[in-house]
């Protein structure tokens, strides 16, 4: 795995952190890969154009691509920096502009296919730096991105995928809105949940989940309620620990199920993770005596989750109920009776991998039967 340097910026100016960085690489072109409105927005433009003014150095910009990147989306992209000449890659935005950028810099220099997870070197890679806007999606600490293509979504997995600098500056969280701190703060927290329970956590993907547990559980909701600068600091910091861990293990059965939500019914990635959330809190200890994992051990399996129920200030019997109520105080209602939603499309677009890494294995047969209660009422 390439090093990767971890820059956070509490309470920082980020034009130092940035400008200090970037001038290491003597770069005369940079690639810029970023938001919209949010660019600007978030405060991010004005630093970004100040430290490339300082640097007297050109820039190319790259932001006409969807909010969940597809396959169109990063052939564009890679012609643009082609083109371009640029020798170094600044992507800075919430998850999907970051996810864009890793894919660019990747098959920019990789050739092979998405599918199978085979490709071959050609060139060196550019440097890349990534600078998150939101405080969830964790793609800034990881070595994988989703891509979509014909409205399946892809991972696309390599080492070579982690950017080489990450800079946490929870500054350009300040003023996001309070459902799209909602989304991707959840996201930070399943994340961390979701590596906890997972199939291939260690111990070092433990104690950073657990960091990110204590960080978000608690203070999301606050910054729901009442966002202070101070409160969206813990949240950013807890969302590059949950980043940090899912690097190791890869998410598990919610963020699999998600999928086909966001690309078929247009759901944020995060609000489509929580659909499902409250049902894996107690399905992945109802079912530990005939559905455990073969790797997982029952007994230790068992006084895993009971130490999650507890840090998360509940218990199996209370944690369905507890999870839901979370998910309505933070603004991601789960009880969705009314959409029309087609079972065939949602089957089709669960990430068979994602699935591989729950704790307890979930054959065809179960998938079709929660796949089958959702579309009937709404919800699990």
């Known amino acids: 795995m390439n090093q990767i340097n971890q820059i956070m910026c509490l309470n920082n100016d980020p034009f130092e952190y940035l400008q200090s960085n970037l001038s290491r690489y003597s770069s005369r072109k940079?690639?810029?890969?970023?938001?919209?409105?949010?660019?600007?927005?978030?405060?991010?433009?004005?630093?970004?154009?100040?430290?490339?003014?300082?640097?007297?150095?050109?820039?190319?910009?790259?932001?006409?691509?969807?909010?969940?990147?597809?396959?169109?989306?990063l052939e564009r992209g890679l012609k643009l920096l082609e083109l371009s000449g640029a020798d170094l890659i600044v992507a800075i935005g919430g998850g999907s502009v970051l996810d864009m950028a890793k894919l660019i810099r990747f098959?920019?220099?990789?050739?092979?296919?998405?599918?199978?997870?085979?490709?071959?070197?050609?060139?060196?890679?550019?440097?890349?730096?990534?600078?998150?806007?939101?405080?969830?999606?964790?793609?800034?600490?990881?070595?994988?991105?989703?891509?979509?293509?014909?409205?399946?979504?892809?991972?696309?997995s390599h080492k070579d995928m982690l950017p080489d600098r990450a800079i946490i500056c929870p500054q350009f969280t300040y003023k996001n809105a309070r459902y799209l701190t909602a989304c991707t703060g959840f996201d930070a927290l399943s994340q961390a949940i979701e590596a906890y329970w997972n199939v291939y956590s260690i111990e070092e993907s433990d104690n950073y989940s657990i960091k990110a547990i204590k960080l978000i559980?608690?203070?999301?909701?606050?910054?729901?309620?009442?966002?202070?600068?101070?409160?969206?600091?813990?949240?950013?910091?807890?969302?590059?620990?949950?980043?940090?861990?899912?690097?190791?293990?890869?998410?598990?059965?919610?963020?699999?199920?998600?999928?086909?939500?966001?690309?078929?019914?247009?759901?944020?990635?995060?609000?489509?993770v929580a659909l499902t959330f409250p049902f894996?809190?107690?399905?992945?200890?109802?079912?530990?005596?005939?559905?455990?994992?073969?790797?997982?051990?029952?007994?230790?399996?068992?006084?895993?989750?009971?130490?999650?129920?507890?840090?998360?200030?509940s218990t199996f019997d209370m944690i369905y109920d507890d999870m839901y109520n979370y998910l309505e105080r933070i603004g991601l209602a789960i009880n969705i009776r009314g959409r029309n939603f087609d079972k065939n499309l949602i089957l089709h677009g669960i990430n068979a991998s994602r699935l591989s890494n729950n704790p307890c294995v979930l054959s065809q047969a179960d998938v079709d039967f929660i796949v089958d209660e959702f579309v009937e009422n709404g919800k699990l």
């Open 107 to 156: 098959f920019h220099s990789y050739s092979g296919d998405i599918l199978n997870e085979k490709f071959v070197k050609n060139r060196d890679l550019l440097p890349l730096f990534a600078i998150p806007t939101t405080a969830g999606t964790g793609s800034e600490v990881t070595h994988f991105a989703v891509l979509y293509k014909d409205n399946l979504k892809y991972s696309v």
């Open 280 to 313: 894996f809190m107690r399905y992945n200890y109802a079912e530990l005596e005939n559905k455990l994992h073969p790797l997982l051990n029952s007994k230790s399996h068992c006084k895993k989750m009971e130490q999650l129920y507890n840090m998360l200030g």
């Open 30 to 73: 940079l690639f810029l890969v970023r938001g919209k409105k949010s660019y600007e927005l978030c405060g991010a433009k004005r630093v970004v154009e100040d430290v490339i003014s300082n640097l007297k150095c050109g820039f190319v910009e790259y932001f006409d691509f969807s909010e969940n990147p597809k396959y169109e989306d």
């Open 217 to 272: 559980w608690d203070n999301l909701p606050l910054v729901i309620d009442s966002s202070t600068n101070e409160l969206r600091d813990k949240i950013a910091e807890g969302a590059y620990w949950a980043g940090k861990a899912i690097n190791i293990t890869k998410t598990t059965a919610p963020h699999a199920f998600s999928y086909p939500f966001t690309i078929n019914y247009g759901y944020p990635h995060g609000h489509a």
